[in-house]
Protein backbone atom coordinates (compact mmCIF):
# COMPACT_ATOMS: atom_id res chain seq x y z
CA UNK A 1 0.00 0.00 0.00
CA UNK A 2 2.70 2.29 0.65
CA UNK A 3 4.83 1.44 -1.92
CA UNK A 4 1.50 2.62 -4.40
CA UNK A 5 1.02 5.61 -2.53
CA UNK A 6 4.85 6.74 -3.57
CA UNK A 7 4.59 5.58 -6.74
CA UNK A 8 1.13 7.27 -7.57
CA UNK A 9 2.55 10.62 -5.55
CA UNK A 10 5.84 10.70 -7.81
CA UNK A 11 4.05 10.10 -11.60
CA UNK A 12 1.88 12.89 -10.92
CA UNK A 13 4.92 14.97 -10.34
CA UNK A 14 7.14 14.25 -12.79
CA UNK A 15 7.84 14.99 -16.31
CA UNK A 16 8.56 11.04 -17.53
CA UNK A 17 6.08 9.10 -15.08
CA UNK A 18 7.78 5.99 -16.82
CA UNK A 19 10.85 6.47 -15.38
CA UNK A 20 9.57 5.95 -12.02
CA UNK A 21 11.01 3.20 -9.55
CA UNK A 22 9.77 2.45 -6.49
CA UNK A 23 11.04 -0.76 -4.40
CA UNK A 24 10.01 -1.44 -0.96
CA UNK A 25 12.48 -3.52 1.77
CA UNK A 26 10.42 -4.35 4.28
CA UNK A 27 11.84 -5.17 8.30
CA UNK A 28 9.63 -6.45 10.96
CA UNK A 29 8.59 -2.78 12.22
CA UNK A 30 9.85 -0.61 9.20
CA UNK A 31 9.77 -0.09 5.49
CA UNK A 32 12.68 1.37 3.69
CA UNK A 33 10.89 2.69 0.32
CA UNK A 34 13.16 3.77 -2.19
CA UNK A 35 12.09 5.66 -5.10
CA UNK A 36 14.35 6.42 -8.13
CA UNK A 37 13.14 9.20 -10.77
CA UNK A 38 15.04 10.56 -13.99
CA UNK A 39 17.80 12.72 -13.55
CA UNK A 40 16.38 15.73 -14.83
CA UNK A 41 12.71 14.79 -12.79
CA UNK A 42 15.52 15.28 -9.16
CA UNK A 43 14.73 18.48 -8.64
CA UNK A 44 10.79 17.88 -8.95
CA UNK A 45 10.63 15.18 -6.66
CA UNK A 46 13.11 16.98 -4.25
CA UNK A 47 11.93 20.91 -4.61
CA UNK A 48 12.92 23.76 -3.48
CA UNK A 49 14.83 22.87 -0.19
CA UNK A 50 13.40 19.49 -0.29
CA UNK A 51 10.29 21.26 0.52
CA UNK A 52 8.62 18.46 -1.96
CA UNK A 53 10.54 15.80 0.01
CA UNK A 54 9.72 16.49 3.00
CA UNK A 55 5.68 16.52 1.83
CA UNK A 56 6.20 13.06 0.46
CA UNK A 57 8.07 12.00 3.63
CA UNK A 58 4.40 13.33 5.56
CA UNK A 59 2.06 11.83 4.06
CA UNK A 60 4.45 8.41 4.02
CA UNK A 61 4.38 8.78 7.68
CA UNK A 62 0.83 9.47 8.20
CA UNK A 63 -0.10 6.73 6.12
CA UNK A 64 2.21 4.31 7.72
CA UNK A 65 0.85 5.31 11.13
CA UNK A 66 -2.62 4.05 9.97
CA UNK A 67 -1.05 0.41 9.00
CA UNK A 68 1.07 0.65 12.20
CA UNK A 69 4.24 0.43 10.58
CA UNK A 70 7.51 2.90 9.93
CA UNK A 71 8.17 3.78 6.88
CA UNK A 72 11.28 5.89 5.60
CA UNK A 73 11.71 7.25 2.26
CA UNK A 74 15.22 7.41 0.65
CA UNK A 75 15.42 9.16 -2.98
CA UNK A 76 18.08 7.47 -5.06
CA UNK A 77 19.77 9.36 -7.89
Same mark, same amino acid.
Given at each position: ??????????? =??? !??? !????????????? =? %????????? !???? %??????????? +??? +????? =???????? %??????
Amino acid at each position: MLKELVEYIAK =SLV !DNP !DAVEVKEIEGEQT =S %VIELKVAKE !DLGK %VIGKQGRTARA +IRT +ILSAA =STKVKKRA %VLEIIE
